[in-house]
């Protein structure tokens, strides 16, 4: 008789969580597009704030709930989240939360790819001969720094930062770790500019969504880059000069 344990999964099960994150988030982008915006937490400012006063607790439990869903189905509206945890929580506690939240998220969406076609393409990549192969293997020399770099540098959409260690059989325990840490500066800059939204909202203005790119800020985020790429290009010259 043969044991059930060594049957081999359902393919289509095993793309299940992926394939239901992908729908909601297509539905989510089309029903939610209205309510996750600023200006949707402009007009609903007060009562966010007198029910966090009155239920400081459960707002942080709703608010983290609501921040990692947004996040795990990739729906419109992390920033807007950002700038409420500022909001509601100032600077601090705001940026850990935010910061918990959003990593949690990330790992949801993490898992979902990686057992849906991440161990696949995984094994591909690691049975593959020639540049493809060479490139895995320098993935995996650098994984922490890679790891980091995706997540510091702006340009790299948070969602795609998700998806690519999910097909480079990266330990989880390094993606939640690189995850947390690397969007620090980030999550930060956002939720102090979520925490001035008060002043914002009394002159009828938006907030600066750009400031990460404004020098003071920017600058210190490219040395962090170069410190993270830093031992990918040590190890480069260390091969040149074994050739």
Known sequence: M????DAPANPLLKKLPLIAIMIVTVLGAYFLRDYLTFDALAENRESLIAFRDANYFLTVLVFIASYVVIVAFSLPGATIATLTGGFLFATFPGALFNMTAATIGATAIFLAARWGFGESLGKKLENSDGAVKKIKDGID???WSMLFLIRLVPAVPFFLANL???FLEVPLHRFVISTFF?????????????????E???RGETPNLGIIFEPQ????????????ALPIAINALRGKKGL
């Open 141 to 143: 020399e650098n994984q």
């Open 182 to 198: 690397g969007i620090i500066p980030g999550s930060v800059v956002y939720t102090s500019v979520g925490a001035g939204l008060g």
């Open 217 to 228: 800020i920017i600058f210190p985020i490219i040395g962090l880059c170069v410190l993270a």
């Open 200 to 202: 914002v909202f009394a």
């Open 2 to 5: 043969t044991d059930m344990t």
């Open 164 to 166: 690519i260690p999910s």
